[in-house]
């Protein structure tokens, strides 16, 4: 009875022993690895660099007084559509005292001269009409008369434009009103009613009364660094992403590139400009950021592969084909435009054939 547990016992001993060992051979043993299969595809591929900007009316002006004063009366605000000489503000003119003064001293010496010139001429004309005095002497006092008339009117023009901003002359073409000088939309009045303005002149800007663009013609105002801009030429496409409007993409034509670089934060920058077409009724608010893919290479309907299949040997790319299940062979493929994602197939590859990618 012992000896039947003895080897009852050592028998279970060895089961348990052979139990473990073909356990852990079956651990050791490495599973198969298995593969997925991708496949060639047609698409289109664009070769792009990317320029930051925003997008502003190629026609922008800012309205500015011809005559300092105070802004008594504003017509428009800011969407507003005007037209070109549209009336869009009122200037009331506060005269330079010193120069008020000086004026109206004017006319009186004027109106002083044109009197003892009228007396003469009068008493000079009544002795050459008796043929007391010859007609030579007569005419300098008429010349005289005539000049002090002038000289009136001068006196007095000057002192009404002084006070008013414009002279008798001029009509309703009065300096005091402010039009517009081109056809828009109001985008600023950054003034209010009551508000002192300096004029427009040779040492001064000038006060800004108003902003008025011509919001149906929009262009691309952006940067492009230094590597990248001699990939570029005028002529070239943009693909246009406005961040306000994220589900609607604009194209443009690149018509300039700045000839000189302006360095920001380190790096050489280059301004650039491209013209925006803009489809019928579309509208796009001044001062929109953009974002603008600068298209410098463009095939349509071509046969790709992702280009994390390929694989390289030196200078030669190729890809893994299968050609039964889950065994590849090596097939050289000769490659064209990429975009960086997705690689354009010249020759070695079809769109039924089967190419090794990841593991599962």
Avoid: C, H
């Amino acid at each position: 009875m012992k000896t039947a547990l003895k080897i009852f016992a050592a028998l279970i001993v060895v089961g348990v022993f052979v139990g473990t060992l073909f356990y852990l051979y079956k651990k050791s043993q490495a599973k198969p690895v298995i593969y997925d299969t991708s496949a060639a595809f047609k698409t289109d591929i664009i070769r792009k660099t990317v320029a930051t900007g925003s997008v502003v009316p190629r026609r922008e002006i800012e309205i500015k007084p011809k005559v300092s004063g105070i802004v008594e009366e504003i017509f428009v605000e800011p969407g507003d559509y005007v037209r070109k000489d549209q009336l869009i503000a009122r200037v009331k003119i506060i005269p330079d005292m010193i120069n008020l003064n000086n004026a109206e001293s004017r006319v009186k010496r004027a109106e002083i001269a044109l009197e003892e010139a009228r007396k003469n001429y009068q008493r000079y004309k009544d002795l050459f009409t008796q043929q007391v005095i010859p007609e030579a002497e007569f005419l300098t006092f008429e010349i005289a008369w005539k000049t002090a008339n002038e000289e009136l009117t001068a006196a007095e023009d000057n002192l009404q434009l002084i006070r008013e901003g414009a002279t008798k002359k001029a009509g309703q073409a009065t300096n005091t009103l402010i039009r517009s000088t081109l056809d828009g939309m109001v985008l600023d009045v950054p003034v209010e009613e009551g508000k002192s303005v300096i004029e427009s002149n040779t040492f001064n800007d000038g006060t800004t009364i108003a902003t008025i663009a011509d919001m149906g013609e929009m262009i691309f105002e952006g940067k492009v660094d230094e590597s990248e801009v001699g990939k570029i030429k005028e002529g070239m496409e943009l693909i246009l992403s406005i961040g306000a409007i994220d589900q609607e993409k604009f194209t443009a034509i690149l018509e300039r590139i700045s000839p000189k670089g302006v360095e920001e934060n380190g790096a050489i920058q280059f301004e650039i400009r491209a013209d925006v077409k803009l489809k019928e009724d579309q509208f796009i608010r001044a001062g929109y950021s953009a974002n603008a893919d600068i298209v410098l290479e463009r095939k349509n309907d071509v046969l790709a592969i992702n280009e994390s299949l390929l694989k390289f040997d030196g200078d030669t790319a190729y890809v893994e084909v299968e050609t039964a299940p889950q065994t590849y062979e090596k097939r050289i493929v000769k490659t064209g435009l990429s975009d960086g994602l997705v690689i354009e197939i010249i020759e070695g590859l079809t769109s039924s054939d089967k190419i090794k990618a990841a593991a599962k």
